[in-house]
């Protein structure tokens, strides 16, 4: 069946440096993306979204880069802080077939001094 | 926080028995959406619910129901447990009109099934 998932299970970086997290969905009719943070003990928290018209979206010390060819979304943490370490989900979902969001399996990112 | 509020923080079960995990949604948010999450993984969808009718299932078998109050806080159930079902249930409100970055998630209820 259709699937998001995530490259990397894991991901370590220094603190100040940046981080990429990547995703690939398998549902071409995937039309808005987000990406989630949820730290120990606590539910997704929203980070970004990006809708499929656009292919790369900014925020604070945040950017979703969208490649609707090869199915690929990727999230890039500028001056990775260690407050930034937590499990970073991506998700999707087709607008025009519901109301559920669809979650790749995370990926835990650790932030060290 | 988020203003989604969950109880119990956690519970242990046994195989067999039946669970109703409950969830307050945040204030004005009249929608509510249900996900399971089991250790590793992502969410995964398991209903939603609209002015007290579920309107959206994933999934998931009928042994797993819910309910919503006019008040808007709802109730998942869970009928005859199984081991597969110990997992961290999240519920998350938003508006009917909102988008889905506007849906905030509970800390959810950690739920082992022995």
């Known amino acids: 069946g259709e699937s998001v998932g995530l490259h990397l299970p894991t991901l370590s970086v220094q603190e100040g440096d940046n981080s990429i997290i990547n995703c690939a969905y398998s549902?071409?009719?995937?039309?808005?993306f987000i990406w989630y943070k949820q730290e120990s003990g606590k539910g997704p928290q929203f980070i970004i979204d990006i809708r499929s018209n656009m292919d790369k979206r900014q925020g604070q010390r945040v950017t979703v880069l969208l490649n609707k060819t090869v199915k690929h979304l990727s999230l890039q943490i500028a001056a990775t802080q260690p407050g930034d370490s937590a499990v970073y989900f991506c998700?999707?979902?087709?607008?025009?077939?519901?109301?559920?969001?669809?979650f790749g399996k995370g990926t835990s990112l650790l932030v060290t001094p | 926080e988020t203003g989604v509020t969950q109880s119990p923080t956690h519970l242990i079960k046994t195989r067999g028995q039946q669970v109703t995990l409950r969830c307050s949604s945040q204030s004005g948010h009249n929608t509510v959406s249900w996900y399971q999450q089991a250790l590793g993984q992502g969410p995964q969808f398991i209903f939603q619910?609209?002015?007290?009718?579920?309107?959206g299932r994933g999934n998931f078998p009928p042994r797993f129901s819910g309910l919503q109050f006019p008040n808007y806080s709802s109730e998942l159930n869970v009928n005859a447990l199984e081991l597969d079902d110990s997992a961290l249930y999240l519920c998350a409100s938003r508006m009917e009109t909102g988008d889905d970055y506007e849906q905030y998630f509970g800390p959810g209820t950690r739920l082992t099934v022995t």
């Open positions: 549902n071409s009719a995937s039309d808005y």
């Open positions: 998700a999707e979902k087709n607008s025009n077939s519901g109301y559920a969001l669809n």
């Open positions: 619910y609209y002015r007290e009718e579920e309107n």
